[in-house]
């Protein structure tokens, strides 16, 4: 049987919603009745077809979820480096190849500083590297062979590539039930942890390296709490 349109239930809703009236009463209908059966009839078609639309998937994840993701990405085989991967995507607005890319010569143990190197014509900076990022970095660099250059690499000394490091964010996502993390979700993540923590713009924009302002402003538009101290 061919599938009836909306178009089709329209017309026979009003068309009984005419009928109804005509065995009521004998008086020609007016403009005005006309269009509320109209409307009426329209409502009920809309409660009774079915949502096509999807909801909204959010970009970035909030601070309880990166823990979870990082205590899920530590149960994997490679958890020390997984982890400290998650964790300097995130705090430091990382794309999966400026993570993967990233040198050992990008870091000074001696002044807790990282050097991002940005793609994508972006503007790299020197971002600060907290303590429990420098204890990662350490115990990583620790079970490395002298003279590794990368400081993510896989099994075979190679540096890790961005489809590995998805796979592993897909697994981990999966047995902390964020099942459709990505990686770039760490970056968009970073991006509104600050925005949360009431930071400028244009420290954000310079932080994650955007030349242009208006992607950084994508997130603060986006950002659910902007406005809960602009009275405070």
């Known amino acids: 049987?061919?599938?009836?349109t909306i178009a089709q239930r329209l017309d026979r809703i009003e068309a009984q919603a005419g009928a109804e009236f005509v065995g009521r009463s004998a008086e020609f209908p007016t403009n005005r009745q006309a269009a509320a059966r109209k409307t009426a009839a329209l409502?009920?078609?809309a409660s009774a077809s079915p949502t096509t639309e999807k909801p909204t998937?959010?970009?970035?994840?909030?601070?309880?979820?990166?823990?979870?993701?990082?205590k899920a990405v530590k149960q994997g085989r490679w958890g020390q480096r997984d982890a400290t991967a998650v964790l300097l995507a995130f705090r430091h607005g990382l794309r999966v190849s400026e993570l993967c890319s990233l040198t050992w010569a990008q870091i000074d143990f001696t002044t807790a500083r990282l050097?991002?190197?940005?793609?994508?014509?972006?503007?790299?900076?020197?971002?600060?590297l907290a303590g429990d990022e420098m204890r990662a970095l350490r115990a990583l660099q620790r079970r490395q062979e002298a003279g590794s250059r990368f400081v993510f690499i896989n099994q075979r000394g190679a540096p890790l590539s961005p489809d590995g490091f998805a796979k592993t964010l897909?697994?981990?996502?999966?047995?902390?039930?964020?099942?459709?993390?990505h990686p770039h979700m760490l970056r968009h993540?970073?991006?509104?942890?600050?925005?949360e923590k009431g930071r400028d713009v244009r420290q954000i924009q310079d932080y994650l390296g955007h030349r242009n302002i208006q992607n950084t402003t994508l997130y603060t538009a986006m950002a659910p709490n902007r406005h809960d101290r602009i009275w405070a």
């Open 1 to 4: 049987m061919a599938e009836v």
């Open 43 to 45: 409502r009920l078609v």
């Open 57 to 70: 998937n959010r970009k970035y994840l909030t601070a309880a979820e990166i823990e979870r993701l990082l």
């Open 115 to 128: 050097t991002v190197v940005r793609v994508k014509n972006g503007q790299g900076a020197p971002h600060p």
């Open 170 to 181: 897909t697994r981990a996502g999966q047995r902390c039930g964020l099942p459709d993390v």
């Open 189 to 195: 993540s970073c991006s509104f942890a600050l925005v």
